[in-house]
């Protein structure tokens, strides 16, 4: 299962960048806690990079409903966790659950879950449920603090949440051990419970981009756009470029904090900026780039070796494309499920697809001819992609050389931001 989903994986995101793993890959037990950006691709995203961990997902308790789906789920190591928006009843079940994680952490295993709740697609933290540290400090309790467990932040950060092709980033934060917490859990739980929840927010913190100014959480996602090409020259010590972004808009906001005359005119400038972007069809997550005839030519040239098996991957891919598109993608209104669904439905809807198109060929031609051609469309489905993002990147070149202008007006807004990164 997990070679299937890996593979529906490597066509989903074009990089899937791991950071921080090599570090806690043999800590066991452990409780990976991570932030929540997505919906079941978080939790499955963990499954696929943290191999040797192996961890049991706890995920919302409401797609469980069916006898067929608690055996499936079950299967790819997804659990039930109950909230107190399913009802008190409901919440009582999770003793079961913390059960079970008792018993994987005393078998040297590992359990994720998700402090925040839910899910949102915002770059900022949002207020920690006390269940992770919870079943932490139980499962420690119930072994005489000896059960060694380690509790590892974990940061997930996505390029775009709901389209295809776009970079996703799992950064693996220090491991932490619970014994400090042995002598305050005794004596006052509540108490302890708190200090590890602010413990658990600081870790996972750390490995992402968390936008603490939640009133202007637009004005900061648009200096997070136009500071990332740069993000690595400014911060060179950062451990990724997620790493370098959250230090650097952390600086930023902590020295406009203190001058709002001064954020004020650049937040009229990056709007006025963005407004014209817009308004000169460039693509939303354009980033600034000066026009270059020879690059431009490159890129031209690109797209029309592309081109014709750009045109093979879309017509052979059809079919699933139109029912995952038209028939499931367009009714589901909320943006975080589309890019969970996209991989999710591929993973099972493409091997029965090429499956079929693979007996089609083999009466058609022989079954080493369909062998060939069904071995080559999931590599015409990679061009395709790229081919997609490079006549983005073709058509946002072309609209530099029409507006050179939002260059100087990109460069003053830079020039701005590094000021207030340096502290000037």
Request: aromatic residues 12%; glycine residues 4%.
């Amino acid at each position: 299962m997990r070679r299937l989903v890996s593979a529906a994986y490597a066509f989903g995101f074009r990089n899937i960048i791991i950071s921080g793993y090599s570090n806690i890959k043999n800590k066991k037990p452990a409780l990976f806690v991570a932030n929540h950006q997505s919906t079941f691709m978080d939790g499955i995203l963990m499954g696929i990079t943290a191999v040797k961990a192996s961890p049991y997902i706890l995920v919302r308790a409401d797609i469980f409903k069916s006898k067929a789906a608690k055996v499936g789920l079950d299967l790819i190591r997804l659990l039930p966790i109950y909230r107190k928006r399913d009802g008190l009843s409901s919440v009582t079940q999770n003793d079961s659950v913390f059960e079970k994680c008792f018993q994987l952490f005393e078998e040297k295993g590992v359990v994720a879950l998700f402090p925040e709740g839910n899910h949102a697609i915002e770059r900022s933290l949002r207020p920690l449920q006390k269940g992770a540290a919870r079943i932490a400090l139980q499962a420690e309790e119930r072994n005489n603090f000896e059960l060694g467990l380690s509790v590892i932040p974990v940061g997930l950060h996505y390029e775009n949440h709901s389209e295809r092709w776009h970079d996703v980033y799992i950064h693996y934060g220090e491991p932490f051990s619970l014994l400090p917490y042995k002598e305050l859990y005794l004596e006052n739980p509540q108490k302890a419970l708190k200090d590890l929840t602010d413990k658990i927010r600081e870790g996972i913190e750390k490995e992402i981009v968390d936008i603490k100014w939640k009133e202007e959480y637009t004005l900061f996602e648009q200096l997070r756009q136009i500071i990332k090409p740069y993000s690595l020259s400014l911060q060179p010590e950062a451990k990724s470029i997620v790493h370098a972004e959250s230090t650097l808009l952390e600086k930023i906001r902590a020295r406009l904090v203190e001058q709002p005359e001064r954020m004020q005119v650049l937040k009229n400038k990056v709007n006025d900026y963005f407004q014209k972007a817009e308004r000169n069809g460039f693509s939303a997550d354009f980033q600034v780039q000066k026009p270059n005839a020879l690059k431009f030519a490159i890129q031209t040239l690109l797209l029309i070796a592309g081109f014709p098996l750009w045109l093979i991957a879309k017509i052979f891919n059809f079919i699933p494309e139109f029912i995952i598109e038209n028939k499931i993608i367009q009714g589901v209104k909320d943006r975080t499920w589309h890019i969970s669904l996209r991989v999710g439905i591929s993973s099972f809807i493409y091997p029965i697809y090429y499956g079929l198109l693979w007996i089609i060929f083999s009466i058609v031609f022989n079954w080493v001819i369909a062998g060939l051609i069904i071995f080559a469309l999931p590599l015409t489905s990679i061009i395709y992609y790229e081919v997609q993002l490079l006549k983005k990147q073709w058509s946002n070149h072309q609209l530099f050389f029409k507006n050179r202008g939002m260059l100087k007006e990109e460069s003053e807004i830079l020039k701005e931001l590094k000021l207030l990164v340096s502290g000037s």
